[in-house]
């Protein structure tokens, strides 16, 4: 039974019972390895980064060697209280989260709620289709307040350390326009007021609407880095809840129309030397990374607990094969095909321990 990707198999093939005694392998030598680069067999290199969710996650991204937290969902600062966390609140979680990470970045993204997640204590309006209502960056500009608070304290922990902000559910060039001059207000708030910053944060937004894949060309001229939310992306694509079970095969990662978004998004933010990361379910995908690679991901974005098996696939692959993959798949036709083109060409490589 797999756990990560919820796969039961019943009188496991000789084949499939040593590919989990591989991965059960991975995650118990994960704690004592060190941050070391990570670079396909023919020498491209690529981050892998943790996704966290609160500050046990970033000690977590220390102890599986990720070189970064890659996303620091900041939405449990939120729940069970009364009120909106303080700028020193999440100041100090951002503080100790650079600590515990010792120089390694810190990508944080501000507030992603709404949709199915709504603190008891703010005010939402009464929506028929909540996934596509208010919820992420859209929320947090029609409260200035509650933006500005969280970017001042992001802006303070990034003095001296390697710290990022990130905006999610960015779907046109106005939004991120919009974010960035709450950055440039507060700036200047902090600035008077004394505090010291880093003036050159990079600024990066998740890729996780089909809006923003199309205009990803015009959104690379003012981010400095793009995160592809595949979780998200894949839903709002296929027009299909990622929440709902029966549509599971439908807002499939892998459909056609996602991985050609994918392609695009990366194409243009290379054309503007911008670095792409994979983050959400597929980023994960033991199978699915000879392709991302080969679309062109300079940065996977993954659980703690899947860090060391990534790395060791990554490791495992040869970059100029995985650009052929990608271009054999981007002519499938559907997800299961596609599937099946990886789980042939790459899972039985692994398996006989060969680089792909
Ligand atoms: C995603 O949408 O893929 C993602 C990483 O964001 P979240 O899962 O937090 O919505
Ligand atoms: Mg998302």
């Known amino acids: 039974m797999d756990g990560d990707i919820g796969e ?34 023919d020498g491209h290199t690529v981050k892998v980064f943790a996704n966290v969710a609160n500050l046990e996650g970033v000690r977590e991204a220390v102890s599986s060697g990720a070189e970064g937290v890659g996303l620091f969902r900041t939405a449990f600062l ?35 709620i709404g949709g199915d997640k709504k603190p ?46 990130m905006f999610p559910m960015v779907t046109t060039v106005r939004e991120l326009k919009q974010a960035k001059q709450s950055l440039q207000k507060v700036k200047c708030i902090l600035t008077k007021r004394g505090a010291s910053f880093n003036a050159n944060i990079k600024v990066g937004i998740m890729i996780e609407t089909p809006s923003a894949a199309l ?25 299909a809840d990622r929440e709902n079970d029966i549509l599971a095969t439908i807002a499939d990662r892998l459909e056609p129309s996602v991985l050609r978004l994918i392609k695009q998004t990366t194409d243009n933010a290379h054309t503007r030397n911008l670095p792409v990361a994979a983050c959400g379910e597929l980023a994960a995908d033991a199978d699915a990374v000879p392709l991302l690679l ?32 990608a271009e054999e798949v981007l002519r499938l036709k559907s997800a299961s095909e596609t599937r099946l083109y990886l789980k042939n060409r790459f899972q039985q490589k692994r398996l006989r321990g060969g680089s792909a």
């Open 78 to 112: 939120y729940f069970e209280r009364d009120a909106p966390p303080t700028e020193a609140e999440i100041f100090n979680v951002m503080k100790q989260s650079v600590s515990i990470m010792q120089g390694e970045p810190v990508i944080v993204r501000t507030l992603d």
């Open 294 to 325: 080969g679309l062109g991901l300079d940065e996977f974005r993954v659980n703690p607990s899947d860090i060391q098996v990534i790395k060791r696939v990554i490791q495992g692959l040869k970059y100029g094969e995985t650009k052929a993959t």
């Open 8 to 41: 039961v198999i019943a009188n496991p093939t000789e084949a499939e019972t040593k590919k989990h005694m591989i991965r059960t392998e991975m995650s118990s030598v994960e704690t004592v390895l060190s941050v070391e680069p990570t670079a396909t067999t």
């Open 120 to 165: 008891s204590y703010m005010e939402f309006p009464k929506e028929k289709n909540p996934a596509l209502g208010l919820r992420g960056i859209r929320y947090c500009l029609r409260i200035p307040s509650l933006l500005e608070t969280q970017v001042a304290a992001i802006l303070r922990a990034s003095m001296g350390a390697d710290v990022w902000i």
């Open 215 to 239: 205009i990803s060309d015009e959104l690379a001229r003012e981010a400095d880095f793009f995160s592809i939310g595949t979780n998200d992306l894949a839903q709002y694509t296929m027009a």
